[in-house]
């Protein structure tokens, strides 16, 4: 390189040495055009030179106007940065990050030219010889405008950049751009170039609250500028046009990445020769940097973590800000909600003091960024923030939103949908899909395949859905989990998420699956008090009925009441929560070189939310080479624990809401496993009832008949055989289905008697003058038969008068035919006296009751005999007196009548078991 000019003058004079290849004259001679062609192509060229014309006195008007309400140039604006003013949530609470810019300050003779060099051939090569605006720069940025959109490239030169960021804000509009050029002229009419490029050098944003090249030297190099080595200028140089993201402490790839550019850029504009860019480029950019223990300490403090987040979103919006613009800038943080996550990772909660954690809170109606947790001690320069890191594996967390919730929101299935856990293979594998217990459970509802987080059904979900439909569905979550294999089902997605991605995602199942992405700031008010509403609109991501389905679901993973719930630790006394576990594991080669047991995991989270809230954490080392003993509850629930309490804390004196059920959902009691499902029916075991949701229109209306019994049939050839006697009937029937299980009820005129397992019973009580309808049902599973019925009909005895002599020599009954009729004869002769059968009659209780007892009614017993009791063939003969033997061959003075049917309807009360005698065989209050 030459020796650099020593004044401006001379720097500004001196001639480019350098070759420069000439550009060759091209003298073709032209053809000859026809007279007629000229003319046509004469006036074409007037048209268009009329139409430019009038576009060129339009926007010239245009441009006087926006011009004529710029404001004026203020020095002191031009020279400092103004200090931007963050504030929370709230819109009062200043946020104490950046309170004071760190500058040093570098006057134009001690800029060196292998610095200058570098920023001009990045930024703006032309600078010394335009006059505030690029005509050149210019064309081609309208050029991409044009098939780009507006504001699509820049074309702003240094004195331009000075201008916006000093005076103006960064609105991409017509007015503002008018308005930059006017008084860029305006900068370059009243300045030097020298001054000028120094207001650059010294005001821009390098990274953070770091101001102009000078600081940034010092900060990342430790050396002032005259010190800079070519590599160290070109990383300089190439870093504000994304200072965060070009900080070479927290990213060097994209840093060594973008020195390259501006080296090839000095080459291009012939600043450097190739020789020069390549040994340059070969410098890995960590080579000189500052060593970590003598770098200078960043700004701390408890909203570090989130005021990183803040810088990084500044950068990403679709406005041309900074930070040195003296910016209003309104964000999402609740500084108490902060407080209270710091608070907690650094309690005693943790295990040991190695492990890690962090965490994001999301409210969960907005998608605003609440607080955020890095690390356990996010402080020094060289931290890793493990809440936006996108390196851990996200483990079986990720179900509901890349199996489940897609099933459901593209497959209508409902939380009942039957799914198999059983031994399967990858498709076109022989690898076995696994469960973390090593066992199957087979079918069950999507609700318990969830909760229990099994991973078979999770594989066959996302088989089921596609993967097309899988990333259509996360996408629209703001989630880029790259190519679905089945392995994503297990939570291994071919790109992982982090933190806030998770926390924002599982949001929107509980704001009715309404999606907005996560973000730390709604609005800036730029320094003439323009606001500017940069908060991202939501989105619909799913339908309302998928939400909720898959929120109640996620209810019973935290529910302690429910066997197999895989979160019950994250549950929160009065708050209604939601959520996933999730647990990676090593591959068996990983155990053996860490000398792991199974066990272990490298990554435990939890994913869960309230009607407020939207939390994800995760834990796990720094190295993977040590691991979470998910033996040990202590440390396989520490993510669950850590969500538990931040929740708690952050929910106190809120009154708690609860997710409500969509009129889109409805709620039924279905058999499980039935397929395809349908309604519980009274017989459904209760292990086999589960409540689900479905989407209103696709709820199942028939009832299963799975476990419905089979109604017996009836008995068959119902005989009663009475003895008069002993007062007493025996029925005897026949059965000719299975009698395993069966029993048979009798009753007796609607009274139940017994219930058997015989096919013969006795009844005893029989009163004269009484009829008797007995009705025998099989019973079976709590079925009835049709009855099989028999009736008994006990005549009265009859009172006979004395006998007469003349009557028993009467001539044969032929002989009576010529004779008067026997009612003409005299009564007085033939009829006994009234008194004398009363000799012959029992005392009146012992007589006979004549009188037919009402419907349903027994005859009262005889003295010494119980009309109530009856015995089959294993009870002891109650009412069987031996006395009743001295009876037999009396039937001829007895008139009794009986009918039988087997399957008879005669009267309602045939049915009727619902009472028994309670002085009946031992057998009556079996089946009650």
């Known amino acids: 390189m030459s020796d650099r000019p020593t004044s401006r003058g001379e720097r500004r004079r001196a001639p480019d040495t350098r070759n420069r290849s000439g550009n060759r004259k091209n003298n073709r001679k032209g053809k000859k055009q026809p007279a007629g062609s000229i003319h046509w192509l004469r006036v074409l060229l007037l048209t268009i030179l009329a139409i430019g014309t009038l576009l060129f006195v339009g926007g010239a008007g245009l441009f006087a106007f926006y011009a004529s309400s710029a404001p004026e140039l203020d020095e002191e604006l031009l020279r400092d940065p103004i200090t931007p ?57 309208v050029i991409a405008n044009i098939t780009d959109g507006f504001g699509s490239e820049g074309a702003s030169t240094i004195t331009q ?384 009925s998928t939400a909720y389905m898959i929120t109640d679901i996620l209810r019973d993973v935290v529910n302690p009441n429910i066997q197999g719930a895989t979160g019950a630790t994250a549950a929160v006394s009065g708050v209604d929560i939601a959520g996933k576990t999730g647990t990676t594991n090593y591959s068996p080669a990983e155990l053996e070189d860490y000398g792991l047991a199974t066990s272990f995991a490298p990554d435990i989270w939890f994913a869960g939310y309230s009607p407020d809230y939207s939390i994800s954490v995760w834990s796990g080392y720094p190295s993977r080479a040590n691991g979470i003993n998910t033996d040990l509850r202590e440390e396989r629930t520490l993510a669950q624990r850590l969500f538990s309490t931040v929740m708690t804390q952050i929910s106190e004196g809120d009154e708690q809401e609860r997710f409500e059920q969509p009129e889109s959902v409805v709620e039924l009691e279905v058999e499980v496993g039935s397929d395809p499902l349908r309604l519980a029916s009274r017989y459904t075991p209760s292990s086999l009832r589960s409540n689900e949701l479905f989407e209103r229109g696709t709820e199942p209306s028939s009832v299963s008949r799975q476990y419905v019994p089979v109604e017996p049939s009836a008995p068959s050839n119902l005989q009663a055989d009475v003895n008069e006697d002993a007062q007493s009937v025996t029925l005897d029937w026949a059965f000719n289905d299975d009698r395993d299980g069966v029993r048979f009820a009798v009753s007796v005129n609607g009274s139940a008697l017994t219930t058997t397992e015989s096919t013969e019973y006795t009844y005893s009580g029989l009163e004269p003058g009484t009829t008797y309808t007995f009705s025998v049902v099989a019973v079976k599973d709590g079925e009835e038969s049709d009855p099989a019925s028999v009736s008994v009909q006990i005549a009265a005895p009859i009172v006979e008068p004395e006998p007469e002599e003349p009557v028993e020599e009467e001539p044969p009954a032929e002989e009576s035919e010529t004779e008067e009729p026997v009612t003409e004869e005299p009564p007085t002769e033939e009829e006994p006296p009234a008194e004398e059968p009363e000799t012959e009659e029992p005392p009146a209780d012992e007589g006979e009751n004549t009188e037919e007892p009402a419907e349903g009614e027994t005859a009262p017993p005889a003295e010494g005999g119980d009309s109530g009791s009856g015995t089959d063939e294993n009870a002891e003969g109650a009412g069987n007196d031996p006395a009743s033997d001295e009876g037999e061959g009396n039937n001829a003075e007895t008139q009794a009548s009986q009918s039988s049917t087997g399957n008879s309807d005669d009267s309602a009360d045939s049915n009727d078991t619902s009472e028994t005698p309670a002085d009946n065989s031992e057998e009556n209050t079996e089946n009650q």
Do not use: C
């Not at 500058?103 to 010394?128: G, K």
């Not at 010889?129 to 050149?136: K, V």
């Not at 017509?174 to 030097?192: I, N, P, T």
């Open 161 to 544: 950049q000075v201008i916006k960021n000093s005076i103006l804000s960064g609105d991409k509009t017509l007015e503002r751009k008018a308005q930059e050029a006017y008084l860029a002229y305006q900068l370059e009419q009243e300045y030097e170039k020298e001054d000028i490029f120094e207001m650059y050098f010294n005001k821009i944003l390098m990274s953070g609250n770091i101001y102009g090249f000078g600081t940034a030297s010092e900060y990342f190099f430790g050396k002032p500028v005259n010190e800079l080595e070519l590599h160290e200028a070109a990383l300089l140089a190439g870093m504000p046009q994304s200072p965060n993201n070009y900080n070479p402490f927290k990213n060097p790839e994209e840093a060594e990445h973008r020195r390259n550019v501006v080296l090839s850029l000095m080459e291009q504009h012939d600043k450097i020769t190739e020789a020069e860019k390549e040994a340059a480029q070969a410098i890995p950019v960590t080579e000189s940097l500052l060593p970590e223990a003598e770098r200078p300490q960043p700004p701390d403090g408890d909203y570090t973590a989130f005021m990183e987040l803040v810088e990084d979103e500044l950068e990403s919006l679709d406005f041309d800000f900074s930070l040195n613009e003296g910016l209003i800038i309104h964000t999402t943080l609740e500084p108490d909600v902060q407080q209270t996550v710091n608070t907690v990772l650094e309690s005693a909660i943790f295990f040991n003091e190695e492990v890690e954690s962090a965490l994001t809170v999301v409210d969960t109606d907005t998608g605003a960024i609440r607080a955020i947790g890095a690390a356990r001690e996010y402080s020094g320069d060289v931290r890793v923030n493990y809440a936006t890191s996108r390196d851990r594996v996200n483990g079986s967390t990720i179900k509901p939103l890349i199996s489940y919730g897609p099933a459901i929101e593209y497959l209508d299935w409902s939380t009942g949908q039957t799914v198999v856990d059983e031994e399967i293979t990858y498709t076109d594998s022989d690898q076995v899909i696994r469960n973390f217990d090593g066992d199957y459970l087979g079918e069950m509802t999507l609700r318990e395949a969830l909760y229990r987080s099994r991973n078979v059904p999770s594989v066959e979900t996302l088989k089921a859905v596609g993967p097309e439909r899988v990333s259509e569905f996360t996408q629209k979550l703001g989630l880029d989990f790259g190519n679905i294999y089945e392995a994503a089902a297990l939570g291994a997605p071919d790109k992982k998420i982090s933190t806030v991605e998770m926390a924002g995602a599982f949001a929107a199942f509980g704001n009715g699956g309404i999606y907005t992405d996560p973000h730390t700031i709604t609005k800036i008010v730029t320094r003439d008090g323009t606001e500017h509403i940069v908060k991202p609109e939501p989105v619909e991501a799913m339908e309302e």
């Open 85 to 141: 003013v963050f504030l929370a949530a709230d819109g009062e609470t200043e946020i104490p990050y950046i309170t004071a810019e760190i500058r040093e300050y570098v006057e134009y003779e001690n800029i060196p030219a292998v610095l200058e060099n570098a920023i001009l051939a990045t930024e703006d090569n032309r600078f010394y010889s335009h006059f505030g605006i690029d005509p050149i720069r210019l064309g081609g940025a």
